[in-house]
């Protein structure tokens, strides 16, 4: 008997897919505005229920409605930036009340996407709870749609996150705001824009990871909660000062999670998938202790810049 | 006696009750965050813990205590058979009703405690985000353990645990009660003593300027770790008091109820202030009820459950605090010692 199908390498591979499109965000916001944000979980779901929307109200197919979610999560980004953040940084708050208050928005949306829910449950009689659409996909060569697409986003996004950032004048502009804010203001960039940038950026990501997640498991006003430890681990693991150890991290953990508790579970037995959740926290504790600074801000990587 | 007097007696009784076991938590939640700058968002990990070990020790100690027959009956399966004849015991003997509850807090005390040491661990020498971090993913990592391994708590249905008040009777509700109200005034005077102690003004300086703290030779990681045992002791402490009064248990503790919003009422009251943390809580159990009180008349309005104006204002209030009030009701005041209040009588 194998010890896992290849189907179970292709699962873990959407899930890391999704994973670094949620965990680049985290570590960007992290860099840029020096929060470890929370709100990322209302990102994940809000995209999620965007995208609902749109294949229940006009009929589209599940993933024309990706840049939808991108855009809608973006903008709702901003409004957290910048009608909560902004306020509290210029009082030069401490990062524990920036974290609250990126805990509070998300816990406001948890109530505003379950009364949109309940809603859309009312007016268009459809399901909106545990949403799978996974039935609506398309397969090719063996492997469902989204195995390709979910993929192909996440490359998309590393590449473009690549060139706009370390080719562009405003990546310039926004790395420089990461380095040294003062520093860069007193060169004429306007810190606060970029921070603003960088936020549509990295929640629109969350957003369309939202987007696909019905399609690969099920959509709940809670699947950004059930996913926001995984989603700061994969940060942690590939590093928070390292833009793309998320991509790293991400695969790292959907192995893990995916492969690692299948394999567990033929060799030891079944009850050890009841245990999965504790994975993220186990693998994110040894890097912890092991190296804090993670996959990306390791020693050997400074070889291949010289 | 009439009905009305007799619901709002009821209503109050249980006011104070949720009151006091909120306050053991929230008084946790202060040592750790208000006054050592801790960024504990994983008080649900501690609260929890306390709670499952009420779950899994309460019928076991009372079995042993009052030396009954188990008839070879397994705790999940025979949970309420057992409890049950627990019961028979605790209705006639309220010392030894008592004894069961001390056994109780001092046992999910000391589970606070490693609880504590085990989630602060990974990051405990890194900087304050990295360990808020850690705290929050271990948070709810203990409901995966009460659902998946039944021996523990029973899984999802959960188990009931005996009622250490069952000797008062009928006036099982006041006894219980005035015990929370007492306890959670000793754990007030507790935080409010270990204020006046040099820790709790070694605790302080970290929070104010970790670099002039370390200069002065304190142990920062080694100071956080003290703040974030005591705080999980009583945070520990608190979820058991918590399942002594519900009289179950189910691995259903969320981020949002035991973390989420002890956090607001410590904004709400103060961050770091003790007088605060008491204002914060009851004035949070206060709004708290008057929202619900006006929310069931949107019900049927509304073309969604009203349970998610809840999350949408309390949402609301924890950014309208943190931008306009962020020193909460009753702003920290720096201490008076002795000997300052004598000679500034003088």
């Known amino acids: 008997m194998a010890l896992f199908e290849a189907i179970t390498v292709a699962q873990a591979m959407i899930y890391a897919a999704l994973l670094a499109l949620m965990g680049v965000g985290v570590t960007l916001l992290y860099k840029t505005t020096k929060v470890p944000n929370f709100a990322h979980a209302s990102f994940v779901t809000v995209g999620g229920y965007v995208n609902l929307t749109m294949i229940d109200a006009f009929r589209w197919n599940p993933y024309w409605g990706m840049p939808v979610s991108f855009v809608i999560v973006g903008g709702e980004s901003l409004l957290l930036f910048f009608l909560v953040l902004e306020p509290l940084r210029k009082r030069k708050s401490s990062v524990a009340l920036l974290m609250i208050a990126t805990l509070a928005w998300h816990i406001t949306f948890l109530g505003i996407l379950g009364a949109y829910a309940d809603s859309l449950q009312t007016f268009l009689r459809v399901p909106t709870r545990n949403v799978v659409l996974s039935y609506r996909d398309f397969t090719l060569a063996g492997l469902p749609g989204i195995f390709y697409i979910s993929i192909s986003a996440t490359v998309v996004a ?15 502009a926004l790395r420089a705001s990461m380095e040294n804010q003062n520093l860069a203001e007193s060169i004429g960039i306007n810190t606060t824009r970029m921070l603003g940038i960088s936020w549509f950026l990295a929640a629109g990501l969350a957003g369309v990871a939202g987007a696909l997640l019905p399609m690969w498991s099920l959509l709940n006003t809670s699947s950004g909660d059930t996913l926001i430890a995984a989603m700061f681990c994969v940060s942690i693991v590939g590093g928070l000062e390292t833009l793309y150890g998320a991509f790293a991290g991400a695969v790292i953990l959907g192995l893990a999670q995916i492969v690692g508790t299948t394999v567990l579970a033929n060799v030891v037995g079944v009850w050890v ?34 | 006696m009439n009905a009305l007097f007799e619901g709002i007696i009821l209503f109050a009784l249980e006011l104070f009750a949720y009151i006091a076991i909120y306050l053991v938590v929230n008084e946790g939640l202060n040592i750790q965050l208000g006054i050592t700058g801790v960024t504990q968002f994983g008080l649900v990990f501690s609260v929890s813990g306390g ?52 056994l109780i807090i001092f046992a999910a005390g000391v589970v606070g405690a490693v609880l504590g040491i085990i989630s602060s661990l990974p990051a405990i020498n890194l900087r304050s985000d990295y360990l808020g971090i850690t705290l929050l993913a271990f948070g709810e990592i203990l409901n995966t353990f009460g659902t998946a391994y039944t021996p523990l708590i029973g899984g999802p249905p959960g188990i009931i645990v005996p009622d250490v008040w069952a000797w008062a009777g009928a006036n099982r509700f006041v006894a219980a009660t005035l015990t929370l109200m007492v306890l959670a005034a000793m754990a007030y005077l507790y935080i409010e003593y270990v204020l006046r102690t040099p820790l709790g ?12 703290a370390q200069s002065l030779g304190k142990n920062l990681p080694r ?15 608190g979820g058991a008091l918590f399942v002594l009064y519900a009289g179950s248990v189910t691995p259903s ?35 708290y009820d008057l929202i619900l009180y006006y929310k069931y008349a949107l019900q049927g309005v509304l073309p969604f459950d009203v349970v998610w104006l809840n999350y949408l204002l309390l949402g609301i209030i924890v950014m309208l605090i943190l931008i306009f009030r962020p020193q909460g009701i009753i702003p920290e005041k720096p201490l008076r010692t002795g000997r300052e209040a004598k000679s500034s009588k003088q």
Do not use: H
């Open chain 1, 273 to 306: 998938t009841g245990y999965e959740p504790v994975v993220p926290l186990l693998l994110m504790s040894i890097v912890l202790l092991i190296n804090p600074k993670g996959i990306g801000g390791m020693k050997v990587w400074k070889r291949f810049k010289k």
């Open chain 2, 51 to 102: 709670a499952f070990t009420a779950g899994y020790l309460a019928t076991r100690l009372g079995v042993w205590i009052f030396r009954i027959n188990t008839g070879g009956l397994d705790f999940i399966s025979g949970n309420i058979v057992l409890t049950s004849e627990v019961d028979t015991f605790t209705q006639s003997q309220p010392l030894n009703g008592f004894a069961l509850l001390l």
């Open chain 1, 158 to 172: 590393a590449v473009a996150l690549y060139f706009a950032i370390e080719r562009t004048t405003l990546g310039i």
């Open chain 2, 223 to 237: 100071c956080r770790l003290e703040a974030i045992v005591i705080g999980s002791v009583l945070a520990a402490i």
């Open chain 2, 201 to 212: 003004r070694t605790f302080r300086a970290i929070r104010d300027n970790e670099i002039a």
């Open chain 2, 253 to 287: 503790f969320t981020r949002y109820t035991w973390t989420f919003i002890p956090w607001l009422m410590l904004l709400l009251g103060g961050l770091g202030s003790n007088v605060g943390t008491l204002v914060g809580t009851a004035t949070w159990f206060t709004i």
